[in-house]
């Protein structure tokens, strides 16, 4: 890993122009935006979709300027997808004074000393289907990490690709965000839903209180 006191060559690194594949002259470069909020939204990349990808990460919009420069969107995000990296897409709106909340499976809660058995585990497993089922479920495709590996053992990329559902766009549930004139909508995934999807658990630690709660996750225990 290089230090600021290291001397990097041009030839080493490809964010320098001077690289004979430095990446600013890939077309994908010409297309990304850094909104306000710091967030990258890629424009339109040759295809016919109503909606935008955008990424919070920077190591992830320098990624995908790396990607081949004739990848268009659906494939660049069906790259992220094999990878499990973290990514939105985003469709103009018109702007949301408030955003609605999305009425959603609470996180489960055990008493004190609850023993779990199987059959927490197939209520766990039906839990989540139902919340992979929904119309925002595809949301966790896109989440990456234990979320987006959970959601890949039954859902199909495809759902990626669709954009945001009628959650976000119609119902005003989801992720809004301003880009310049525009607002954009997203989904988005409560703490809750991301809980559950994991397999959390609300655990009491004390026979006298409901409220010192701990968590635990059942799939620890039963896959």
């Not at 409220?211 to 225990?221: A, E, H, K």
Request: negative net charge; proline residues 3%; hydrophobic residues 40%.
């Amino acid at each position: 890993m290089a230090t600021s006191n290291d001397k990097i060559e041009f030839d080493e690194w490809d964010i320098l122009s001077r690289n004979c594949i430095a990446f600013e002259g890939n077309p994908h470069v010409r297309h990304i935006k850094c909104l306000k909020n710091g967030m990258f939204i890629f424009g339109n990349l040759c295809h016919s979709a109503s909606w935008q990808l955008m990424v919070e990460e920077p190591s992830t919009a320098a990624y995908i300027c790396r990607l081949d420069a004739r990848l268009m969107t659906y494939e660049i995000v069906c790259q992220l997808l094999q990878k499990g990296i973290q990514f939105r897409t985003m469709q103009n709106t018109i702007a949301q004074t408030s955003v609605k909340p999305r009425i959603c499976q609470p996180v489960p809660i055990r008493i004190c000393r609850y023993m779990f058995t199987h059959r927490d585990y197939n209520a766990y497993v039906q839990e989540r289907s139902q919340l992979l089922n929904s119309s925002c479920g595809h949301a966790a495709l896109l989440c990456g990490s234990i979320v987006w590996c959970l959601a890949m053992e039954t859902m199909s990329i495809d759902y990626a690709l669709q954009g945001p559902s009628i959650s976000a766009s119609v119902e005003g549930c989801g992720l809004f965000i301003a880009a310049g004139d525009k607002t954009l909508c997203g989904d988005e995934l409560s703490q809750d839903e991301l809980d559950v999807l994991c397999g959390v658990y609300y655990c009491e630690t004390s026979m006298y209180s409901d409220f010192f709660l701990s968590y635990l996750t059942i799939t620890y225990f039963f896959q």
